[in-house]
T-cell receptor
Framework: DTGVSQNPRHKITKRGQNVTFRCDPISEHNRLYWYRQTLGQGPEFLTYFQNEAQLEKSRLLSDRFSAERPKGSFSTLEIQRTEQGDSAMYLC??????????????FGAGSRLTVL | AQSVTQPDIHITVSEGASLELRCNYSYGATPYLFWYVQSPGQGLQLLLKYFSGDTLVQGIKGFEAEFKRSQSSFNLRKPSVHWSDAAEYFCAVVGGAYNNNDMRFGAGTRLTVKP
């Protein structure tokens, strides 16, 4: 098991362009999370999936953001019409949750977005 | 909603000195508490976690943390810091066993280690 994998690691784009990030979680994990981290801040929750169902979305996730996990395995996070304020590190995490009890997240290395 | 406060933005310690990083949480019940470490350009690595039981928990790399309910704190400690410990440290909370979907992080404490 290679842990949580994120691609690309770094994306530079011009304002107004669309970008997509991919996350491959640990294979046996049923939950997948997306967080955003800006410089000098802790990660902020964006959304999470249990299997293929998107169960919760933060108010931070504007209409320009969409996340999918079509087969309950990998996930994509797309940002449309990027703005300079979208520049951040986008972190993916996964966990094996059983509905109750401990829910320990394993994070990927992140995808850094720079919007020029 | 739960929240986490890390009062110290930046701490500098000498190599070999002891370390304590502060974390205070706000939540109605007893949450689950975590410390993560992040090296530059990397993701977060779990150092330790507290769910219940013994309030002093041991983690990796020689770190420990103590849960103090009366103070709503979960401070991270290490008796002797190594240069490789220089990194950003994040305290995090989820709302316990039946509200464990939304992990909230503090703003982080950046640790610098002087030789």
């Amino acid at each position: 098991d290679t842990g949580v994998s994120q691609n690309p690691r770094h994306k530079i784009t011009k304002r107004g362009q669309n970008v997509t990030f991919r996350c491959d979680p640990i294979s046996e994990h049923n939950r997948l999370y997306w967080y955003r981290q800006t410089l000098g801040q802790g990660p902020e929750f964006l959304t999470y999936f249990q299997n293929e169902a998107q169960l919760e979305k933060s108010r931070l996730l504007s209409d320009r953001f969409s996340a999918e996990r079509p087969k309950g395995s990998f996930s994509t996070l797309e940002i449309q019409r990027t703005e300079q304020g979208d520049s951040a590190m986008y972190l993916c995490a996964s966990s094996l949750a059983t509905g109750s009890g401990a829910n320990v997240l394993t994070f990927g290395a992140g995808s850094r977005l720079t919007v020029l | 909603a739960q929240s986490v406060t890390q009062p110290d933005i930046h701490i500098t310690v000498s190599e070999g000195a002891s370390l304590e990083l502060r974390c205070n949480y706000s939540y109605g019940a007893t949450p689950y508490l975590f410390w993560y470490v992040q090296s530059p350009g990397q993701g977060l690595q779990l150092l330790l976690k507290y769910f219940s039981g013994d309030t002093l928990v041991q983690g990796i790399k020689g770190f420990e943390a103590e849960f103090k309910r009366s103070q709503s704190s979960f401070n991270l400690r290490k008796p002797s810091v190594h240069w490789s410990d220089a990194a950003e440290y994040f305290c995090a909370v989820v709302g316990g066993a039946y509200n464990n979907n939304d992990m909230r992080f503090g703003a982080g404490t950046r640790l610098t280690v002087k030789p």
